[in-house]
């Protein structure tokens, strides 16, 4: 059985939604099949983080997303939802990055950092694991910005978060300060949603990551089946290829 010794969200967020499919991926590291939507939202980062790196203008990156959604999507198993998804989400993000250009790019200061790895080098740990995350962006004010392709939680599923949870407790372990604020940058609506931690948050954290241990010492991984198994990258794994769906399955 695989050792683990890094936490990141994507980890947390396994277990707490399917115990097997924790146990499929950080402890059989059984290899990902990607969704159309796992590889926009990448392609959409990608692009962003090339402008502030390149200072690219707005036509410009809709021509770098062009070149990233093409080259990302001609990859092996990736998983459409139909004939009409890869044009779609084509069409979608060009849109999506021109508008984010006029918005937040244009006449705004650059942050700090863009798409700032934390890994073991940084020594954070929670409890005995070595903390992984990415900051989308650190801005010049010190706000810890992410961004999100997906669907706009509500305040108060944001302020549960444990992904900026995490993102709060490594900035504080790294920088030996507060950020000034947690901005979830939703870009369907071109939204900023605000959100804060305190030492309370960190011990709920803990107490997630305890689990961890506690399920790989026990060796019981349960599945959790629901009308999300359908999206999930391990179905197969799990229920069989008489169960599978998408175009490439």
């Not at 998983?79 to 044009?87: G, M, T, W």
């Not at 804060?196 to 997630?208: A, G, K, P, V």
């Not at 794994?237 to 399955?249: A, D, M, Q, T």
């Amino acid at each position: 059985m695989s050792k683990i010794q890094d936490v990141s969200y994507t980890m947390l967020h396994s277990l707490m939604h399917c115990e097997y499919m924790f146990y499929l991926r950080y402890v059989e590291r059984v290899s990902l099949v990607e969704s159309s939507a796992s590889i926009y939202g990448t392609a959409v980062h990608k692009t962003i983080k090339l402008a502030y790196d390149n200072d690219l203008s707005e036509s410009d990156m809709v021509s770098v997303f062009r070149k990233e959604w093409i080259q990302l999507a001609s990859g092996k198993d990736i998983v459409f939802l139909n004939e009409k998804d890869y044009l779609n989400k084509l069409l979608a993000g060009q849109k999506l990055v021109s508008e984010y250009h006029k918005k937040f790019i244009k006449g705004t200061p650059k942050p700090k950092k863009v798409e700032y790895f934390v890994g073991r080098k940084d020594g954070i740990k929670i409890g005995k694991y070595n903390v992984v995350a990415v900051f989308d962006q650190i801005t010049h004010d010190n706000m810890i910005v992410d961004l999100k392709t997906g669907v706009k939680p509500t305040q108060n599923q944001l302020d549960l978060d444990l992904q900026f949870t995490m993102y709060s407790y490594a900035y504080r372990q790294l920088y030996g300060e507060e950020e000034s604020g947690l901005v979830l940058r939703h870009l369907g609506t071109m939204k900023d949603l605000v959100t804060t931690r305190n030492d309370h948050d960190f011990e709920i954290l803990l107490n997630e990551v305890d689990k961890i241990e506690s399920k790989i010492n026990s060796n019981v991984f349960l599945r959790n089946l629901d009308r999300d198994c359908n999206r999930c990258y391990f179905l197969r794994h799990c229920l069989g290829k008489e169960k599978s769906v998408g175009s490439k399955w």
